[in-house]
């Protein structure tokens, strides 16, 4: 069921995700890993499968959701939208700035398409079986 509450915990979690995965504020997985020691391999590599599995559950949840033209509509939205934004100065034109509006502007993105069956469930009644359908085989 879609609530105001549940879209926030969704985009707080994947808002969360998406910067542990890279940020230009030099504290991310990415960063983690390319400060290369031995002794923490393979906590590295636990910790880099965790997040590759749940990026991967995302990406198969909005594929299956919205296909190619809805996620490149949602795409085109969050990068437009992330120009106006800087364009209308509400960004500064840093690098560091605008790095951390597009990976908002990604994890917004991603939210969209993780709760676009909910959101239409909500709208509509209808319950997305293509998905149901897929899923079962």
Same mark, same amino acid.
């Given at each position: 069921? &879609?609530?105001?509450?549940?879209?926030?915990?969704?985009? =707080? %979690?994947?808002?969360?995700?998406?910067? %542990?995965?890279?940020?230009?504020?030099?504290?991310?997985?990415?960063?983690? =890993?390319?400060?290369?020691?031995?002794?923490?391999?393979? *906590?590295?590599?636990?910790?880099?499968?965790?997040?590759?599995? =749940?990026?991967?559950?995302?990406?198969?949840?909005?594929?299956?959701? =919205?296909?190619?033209?809805?996620?490149?509509?949602? %795409?085109?939205?969050?990068?437009?939208?992330? *120009?106006?934004?800087?364009?209308?100065?509400?960004?500064?034109?840093?690098?560091?700035?605008?790095? &951390?509006?597009?990976?908002?502007?990604?994890?917004?993105?991603?939210? &969209?398409?993780?709760?676009?069956?909910?959101?239409? &469930?909500?709208?509509?009644?209808?319950?997305?079986?293509?998905?149901?359908?897929?899923?079962?085989?």
């Amino acid at each position: 069921m &879609f609530t105001w509450a549940s879209f926030l915990i969704r985009w =707080l %979690a994947i808002t969360a995700l998406v910067l %542990a995965t890279y940020n230009p504020s030099g504290y991310s997985y990415l960063h983690w =890993l390319i400060e290369w020691q031995q002794e923490q391999l393979a *906590l590295k590599a636990a910790v880099g499968l965790i997040m590759a599995g =749940l990026f991967w559950l995302m990406l198969v949840a909005a594929w299956l959701v =919205l296909r190619l033209i809805g996620v490149l509509l949602l %795409a085109g939205i969050a990068l437009s939208l992330s *120009l106006t934004a800087w364009q209308l100065g509400l960004v500064p034109p840093t690098s560091a700035s605008v790095q &951390f509006l597009l990976l908002v502007m990604l994890a917004t993105t991603l939210t &969209f398409a993780v709760s676009y069956a909910h959101i239409r &469930f909500r709208l509509t009644g209808q319950v997305q079986s293509r998905i149901l359908q897929q899923l079962q085989g």
